[in-house]
């Protein structure tokens, strides 16, 4: 490498977004990349259902098997950096090398909390956030399974990645309890109501939800394999799987002790730019502004990450790019029934008027929060058809005052928009609305 190439940490969906903006600008300046994981590219949403036998693997790749060659970039998969030294510019890895960069895009993403649990190092207790989780997973549950009996399962938390872990685990039959320490699943995304048809879903499909209770420790055998989890009811579940899956926090380790400030995140400007000139961040490592709450916060979801890495890769280039509105956002199927959430879904009480509806013959439900005449969180699940008309609503701060008693009507669409708004979301020669 010179040192006025382009360096990316990372090879998820911020790198592969950084990649391609960059090459909009840039066709010939030498890009490097490294990744801890051996993996190409691939998309980590995609995990569970290869677990479940719902793919296979050639469909876990996010991009092309020329990806790297066709866009001049020299990949380093399975080497770890480990030290950025942002003042002579250069970067250390785990095979002693010295990587210099004029500019630097930091795109590591999470790492899975484990929480402080005793039994937390016994043999047969996962995370479930990469592909080298899923293949160990899947290797101890064949491993079981030639000892005489596939495992049973526990999983610790009812967020998305639990969710998404018990789908895989019911796919392939394995018995499985859920603890969810909060009073609902998906605590951070539903409020009460939706929470309910999202849990029905659960038991439908054959498996045990306790919430509003906490595991207290794991239990192991002599030879250090999982028997159980004690939780604080005084149950003993039996299990030979566990699953922490208690949430994702930015791996901030590599930047610690440098002059990058960070908070809980690498912090980031609307240029993706970090406190240091001409080093960036994107993805679940960085920290950037909630449009909707007004605070700094790490932001972990697909479209933000690529958004994100878009943004950098433009500006690494010497383009001109910033962030739009950023909030949080998510989309998933639970055992057939569409769930989404976005904003600020679970708010309520002072300065928030909340509007509800629940289909008292299907399950379906729809929640919008409004603040100041704005929409500012929104929830679908069953039907959600009209999801996006609300997601254009907060992205562009519009104000509903005249509209609001519509949101939540079966009929309510483009049209029931104020003119003003409709004439910036529907274009097209000869559209008139």
Known sequence: MKNDDYLILGNSTAAVAAIEAIRAVDCATPITLVSRESWHTYSRPLISYLLA???????MYYRAPDFYRAHKVT?????????????NRVVMTDRDQALPFARLLIATGGKAIRPPLEGTDA???FTFI???DIRAIDAWIAACAAGGAPPRAVIVGAGLIGLKALEAFRARDLETVVVEREDRVLPLSLDKQGSALVEQAIENAGAEILCGTCVNRILKDDAGRVTGVAIETGRTIPCELVILATGVAPDTTLVQGTSIKTDRGILIDRRCMTSVDGLYAA?????GMDSLSGASRPLPLFPNAFRQGRVAGTNM????????GCFPMNAVEVFGLPVISMGLSTASGDGFTVLDRKNPTAPSYRRVVLRDNRVVGAVFI?????????????????DVSGIAETLLTDDFGLLSLPADYRKHVVQGEGIEV
């Not at 990949?75 to 003042?87: F, K, N, Q, S």
């Not at 280039?317 to 739009?324: F, S, T």
């Open 53 to 59: 036998g719902e793919l296979d693997e050639q469909r």
């Open 382 to 398: 069953g039907d959600i058809e009209r999801a996006g008309i609300l997601t254009g609503l907060m992205r562009g701060r519009v």
């Open 75 to 87: 990949p380093h998969l399975g080497v770890t950096a480990t030290r950025i030294d942002p003042e």
């Open 283 to 287: 993805g679940d490592v960085a920290q």
């Open 130 to 132: 990469s592909w080298d």
């Open 317 to 324: 280039a010497g383009g001109q790019a910033a962030l739009g």
């Open 123 to 125: 043999q047969g207790v």
